[in-house]
């Protein structure tokens, strides 16, 4: 389980359905009490009924921006840690996310280790529990990574 604050609150913001309940699936098997939404919409609503401490905030959200998200979420809470994830990354949107409060600005597909060292520092410093096991989004991670070694 993890060793962060007693509050473990997550928020998961993405609109591919299959990506954002295998992400869901494998922080809660890490101690996470995690809410998911799909929409800007969703997640201010979310957002007003209970603030999370973590939230992982796709930046593309149909019509809506991410951003939007999270503006909210530091507005609601100073203490709120937040990861960006994105399929189409450019640096004028990572720098709008990093000065809008985001601890990183991560590129999909991304393993929950990488979310999580982003979200609350180094992975090793908070799982007390064996090795995790292999997740979806993981290895789907590796194959992005194999794949870019084929074209090389």
Request: aromatic share 4%; hydrophobic share 40%; charged share 25%.
């Amino acid at each position: 389980m993890l060793n962060t604050s007693p509050n473990k609150a997550m928020l998961i913001v993405d609109t591919d359905e299959a990506f954002r309940d295998c992400l869901a699936s494998d922080m809660r098997k890490r101690g996470f009490d995690v809410r998911t939404c799909a929409t800007v919409q969703e997640s201010m609503a979310t957002i007003e009924a209970n603030s999370p401490r973590y939230a992982i905030i796709d930046i593309r959200l149909g019509e809506d921006n991410g951003l939007v998200v999270l503006k909210a979420l530091n507005q609601s809470s100073s203490e709120v840690r937040s990861v960006i994830l994105t399929s189409h990354g450019d640096a004028r949107t990572a720098v709008a996310a990093i000065k809008l409060g985001a601890c990183d600005y991560l590129l999909k597909p991304s393993s929950a280790e990488e979310i999580i060292g982003a979200l609350v520092g180094s992975a090793d410093a908070y799982l007390d529990a064996p090795e995790p096991p292999v997740s979806v989004v993981k290895s789907q991670s590796g194959y992005f990574e194999e794949s870019l070694d084929a074209v090389a």
